[in-house]
């Protein structure tokens, strides 16, 4: 193999398996450097990282984990932000990340934010991608799913004939702007939710813990002056799950914040604008590289 062929060699997605506290986790990891963990959100899992772990692989140490009740880890007895960003603490130690810059959409924003405020000397930085929590307005097929009895059929749709393949199609076309964008990994990692009784049903009880009929009930807003790490803000102009606006009013009240808006993209633009966002990530990363090795030491809340 010659020089520059190994240079631009990626380094292989590695699948672990380990117990976190009695949990069987299942994570993906790809590369060497600063750590750098990516949250998914509530009916996905981690293959919905796959092209962003590969591209960010080159200069960090990538972590992708699924969630308790998604994919290949198990559940927790709670769904609620409180035990799983608990959990992530503990998985955080087992996978040995040290300081790391988190990184969440969806749900997965909720708890990346979160994570940050509850132990803030061991995060170097925050990315909160279309991220939950930050305001009360909610897709209405959301809101009706999470505080209506008519949101106990969706696991069901696990279980009929076709019914996976009717409710990745649902989820493509609500929450992207341009469906035929997602690429191939998205569908497959989609499909394997879908075809999950479990992994919907923790989906559900996921939506109930922080959505209601009337909107999201759950809002850390006051909270994120105390932020003082830097994030960056992520969304796409076209979500129609969680409205973009939640991003701005967000970015104001976090002290060292940059928001960037992802023109022709809906709820799902880690996938739909994938390339976009890993730029993104690639240049917050940089930064927060630099401000690491001009401010070493850790700030506490």
Same mark, same amino acid.
């Given at each position: 193999?010659?020089?520059?062929?190994?240079?631009?060699?990626?380094?292989?997605?590695?699948?672990?398996?380990?117990?976190?506290?009695?949990?069987?986790?299942?994570?993906?990891?790809?590369?060497?450097?600063?750590?750098?963990?990516?949250?998914?959100?509530? *009916?996905?899992?981690?293959?919905?990282?796959?092209?962003?772990?590969?591209?960010?692989?080159?200069?960090?140490?990538?972590?992708?984990?699924?969630?308790? @009740?998604?994919?290949?880890?198990?559940? #927790?007895?709670?769904?609620?932000?409180?035990?799983?960003?608990?959990?992530?603490?503990?998985?955080?130690?087992?996978?040995?990340?040290?300081?790391?810059?988190?990184?969440?959409?969806?749900? *997965?924003?909720?708890?990346?934010? #979160?994570?940050? #405020?509850?132990?803030?000397?061991?995060?170097?930085?925050?990315?909160?991608?279309?991220?939950?929590?930050?305001?009360?307005?909610?897709?209405?097929?959301?809101?009706?799913?999470? @505080?209506?009895?008519?949101?106990?059929?969706?696991?069901?749709?696990?279980?009929?004939?076709?019914?996976?393949?009717?409710? /990745?199609? *649902?989820?493509?076309?609500?929450?992207?702007?341009?469906?035929?964008?997602?690429?191939?990994?998205?569908?497959?990692?989609?499909?394997?939710?879908?075809?999950?009784?479990?992994?919907?049903?923790?989906?559900? =009880?996921?939506?109930?813990?922080?959505?209601?009929?009337?909107?999201?009930?759950? =809002?850390?807003?006051?909270?994120?002056?105390?932020?003082?790490?830097? /994030?960056?803000? #992520?969304?796409?102009?076209?979500?129609?799950?969680?409205?973009?606006?939640?991003?701005?009013?967000?970015?104001?009240?976090?002290?060292?914040?940059?928001?960037?808006?992802?023109?022709?993209?809906?709820?799902?633009?880690?996938?739909?604008?994938?390339?976009?966002?890993?730029?993104?990530?690639?240049?917050?990363?940089?930064?927060?590289?630099?401000?690491?090795?001009?401010?070493?030491?850790?700030?506490?809340?």
């Amino acid at each position: 193999m010659s020089p520059s062929s190994a240079r631009n060699q990626k380094p292989p997605v590695i699948h672990h398996h380990i117990d976190v506290d009695g949990t069987a986790t299942h994570y993906i990891e790809s590369g060497k450097g600063s750590p750098v963990l990516l949250l998914h959100g509530a *009916g996905a899992n981690s293959g919905n990282w796959l092209q962003t772990v590969e591209s960010l692989s080159g200069e960090h140490r990538v972590v992708a984990v699924d969630l308790p @009740g998604y994919g290949d880890t198990a559940s #927790l007895d709670r769904k609620d932000p409180a035990a799983t960003v608990a959990f992530l603490w503990r998985f955080a130690e087992s996978a040995g990340l040290g300081r790391h810059v988190v990184v969440g959409h969806s749900f *997965g924003g909720l708890l990346a934010l #979160l994570m940050a #405020l509850e132990r803030p000397e061991q995060v170097r930085g925050v990315v909160a991608v279309a991220a939950g929590g930050l305001g009360r307005a909610i897709s209405p097929v959301a809101a009706i799913q999470a @505080g209506t009895p008519l949101g106990d059929l969706t696991p069901l749709l696990a279980t009929v004939p076709g019914g996976p393949q009717l409710l /990745v199609t *649902g989820v493509a076309a609500v929450g992207a702007a341009r469906p035929w964008r997602l690429p191939m990994s998205w569908w497959k990692s989609q499909l394997k939710a879908a075809s999950s009784y479990r992994d919907l049903r923790t989906a559900l =009880s996921t939506f109930r813990a922080t959505v209601g009929l009337w909107g999201q009930h759950q =809002s850390i807003l006051g909270r994120l002056p105390e932020l003082s790490m830097p /994030v960056l803000v #992520l969304w796409g102009l076209q979500d129609r799950m969680v409205p973009f606006w939640h991003g701005v009013r967000a970015a104001r009240r976090i002290p060292h914040s940059d928001l960037h808006l992802m023109p022709c993209s809906g709820h799902l633009v880690i996938n739909e604008s994938g390339r976009a966002v890993q730029q993104q990530l690639a240049e917050f990363l940089r930064k927060t590289e630099l401000l690491t090795a001009q401010d070493p030491k850790p700030k506490r809340g």
